[in-house]
């Protein structure tokens, strides 16, 4: 069981690694096959962009019950 603040609306890709147990290889891939999360881009001042993952508490309740812990 997760437990997280009620007024919390978004979790980082750090705080959803840590709360499932989903190492970070594993979660991108799980987000990005299942359409979790969003990527939020900002352009950096060298004209390269940069994604931070973002995840909603729906997101996150998916993540929990649907998929197991990493065991590696």
Same mark, same amino acid.
């Given at each position: ?7 919390q609306?978004?979790? @980082?890709y750090?705080e959803? &690694?840590?709360?499932t ?5 594993h979660?991108?891939?799980?987000a990005?096959r299942?359409?979790?999360g969003?990527?939020?881009r900002?352009?950096? @001042?060298?004209?390269?962009? &940069?994604g931070?993952?973002f995840?909603?508490?729906?997101d996150l309740?998916?993540l ?8 590696h």
């Amino acid at each position: 069981m997760i437990t997280v603040k009620a007024s919390q609306k978004i979790f @980082t890709y750090v705080e959803v &690694t840590n709360l499932t147990g989903i190492c970070a290889e594993h979660l991108e891939d799980l987000a990005k096959r299942h359409g979790l999360g969003f990527i939020a881009r900002a352009t950096k @001042t060298q004209g390269k962009q &940069t994604g931070q993952w973002f995840f909603r508490p729906w997101d996150l309740m998916v993540l929990a019950t649907l998929f197991p812990r990493c065991a590696h």
